[in-house]
């Protein structure tokens, strides 16, 4: 069973920052890529950023110059540093990886709340 931990959501005013955390098992995380997505209330699931197991990044449009990916491969943990955060930021954010199955795998959800 392949588990994706995520932590490190919560409540913040706009303007502010936040860390999520994901650790996946040491077999996928070394081979393959990891990404965050979120969801809003009565929205459709959306890529926010991915890194490949080679460290190439992408980042959606929205969150461009707020936003850094990062993984440490000796922690077998993925990042999202979310700065300059603002109220639209506010989803659950699921961490993914496709782990060599055509589903992938997915984090439970960890909620982010951005306050006006």
């Known amino acids: 069973q392949v588990q994706l931990v995520e932590s490190g959501g919560g409540l913040v005013q706009a303007g502010g920052s936040l860390r999520l955390s994901c650790v996946a098992p040491?077999?996928?995380?070394?081979?393959?890529?990891m990404g965050w997505y979120r969801q809003a209330p009565g929205k459709q699931r959306e890529l926010v950023a991915r890194?490949?197991?080679?460290?190439?990044?992408n980042y959606a449009d929205f969150v461009k110059g707020r936003f850094t990916i990062s993984r440490d491969n000796a922690k077998n943990t993925v990042y999202l540093q979310m700065n300059n955060l603002k109220s639209e930021d506010t989803a659950v954010y699921y961490c993914?990886?496709?782990?060599?199955?055509?589903?992938?795998?997915w984090g439970q959800g960890i909620q982010v709340t951005v306050s006006s």
């Open positions: 890194i490949s197991s080679g460290g190439s990044i």
């Open positions: 993914y990886t496709p782990g060599g199955r055509p589903l992938g795998y």
């Open positions: 040491g077999s996928i995380f070394s081979l393959y890529a």
